[in-house]
């Protein structure tokens, strides 16, 4: 199983952007899809998940949407009101799970799959 993930670039602040991963070769229907990031000097960090519902970190909600096909082999982050503070590689992360513990979506460690990483970089 492989996670690509794309849509990353350049944008100016307030800008937007959608990021897309696909999962070769597997679907996670029944399982959870997430996005995580990593800035500059910064540890990895929760961003968005699908699973049993939508998740969100503080600092995106209601800047950021998360969603997937019904066959659960694409997910998107759509991105608005991009900030500088957002510009970090991006992580498509998969599972095949439904995590039972609501904390479970936040971290990394849960998720088995991983994509390469996408840069977003939000420009002042």
């Known amino acids: 199983v492989q996670l690509q993930a794309s849509g990353g670039g350049l944008v100016q602040t307030g800008g937007s952007m959608r990021l897309s991963c696909v999962a070769s070769a597997h679907t996670f229907s029944r399982g959870t899809m997430a996005w995580f990031r990593q800035g500059p000097g910064k540890e990895r960090e929760f961003v968005a998940a699908?699973?049993?519902?939508?998740y969100y970190a503080d600092s995106v909600k209601g800047r950021f949407t998360i969603s997937g096909d019904s066959a659960k082999n694409m997910v998107y982050l759509q991105m608005n009101s991009l900030k500088p503070e957002d510009t970090a590689v991006y992580y498509c992360?998969?599972?095949?799970?439904?995590?039972?513990?609501?904390?479970?979506?936040?971290?990394?460690?849960?998720?088995?799959?991983w994509g390469q990483g996408t840069l977003v970089t939000v420009s002042s």
């Open positions: 699908t699973g049993r519902g939508t």
């Open positions: 992360a998969a599972d095949d799970r439904t995590f039972g513990i609501r904390q479970y979506f936040f971290q990394a460690e849960r998720y088995y799959y």
